[in-house]
């Protein structure tokens, strides 16, 4: 059974800043992009930040020099830090990695983590 686990989410003044972590645990056998998501009530899920295995990065144009994806092969994991953060940037986060879980199927599949709260408030 594999689980993505996301922490640091809160609540922050604007102008603050953030770190989001999110870890995988349980059988993987390979990790391929990673990325953060993030969706604002009444609106659609919206691309935040990816990460290649490689380390190539692609951010939202709404948080380009804002937030800073980065990822720790070694520990599953990846981290998004936020700072300047603005009202608009409140929402759920939630985080996607393409895992391939067997050694035998090459596919890599989409796995999401339960998301977790941002909001960005005086």
């Known amino acids: 059974q594999v689980q993505l686990v996301e922490s640091g989410g809160g609540l922050v003044q604007p102008g603050g800043s953030l770190r989001l972590s999110c870890a995988a645990s349980?059988?993987?056998?390979?990790?391929?992009?990673m990325g953060w998501y993030r969706q604002a009530p009444g609106k659609q899920r919206e691309l935040v930040a990816t990460?290649?295995?490689?380390?190539?990065?692609n951010y939202a144009d709404s948080v380009k020099g804002r937030f800073t994806i980065s990822r720790d092969n070694a520990q599953n994991t990846v981290y998004l830090q936020m700072n300047s953060l603005k009202p608009e940037d409140t929402a759920v986060y939630y985080c996607?990695?393409?895992?391939?879980?067997?050694?035998?199927?090459?596919?890599?599949?989409?796995?999401w983590g339960q998301g977790t709260q941002v909001t960005v408030s005086s």
């Open positions: 990460i290649t295995r490689g380390g190539s990065t």
């Open positions: 996607k990695f393409a895992m391939q879980v067997n050694w035998y199927d090459s596919r890599y599949s989409d796995y």
């Open positions: 349980g059988k993987i056998f390979s990790i391929n992009a």
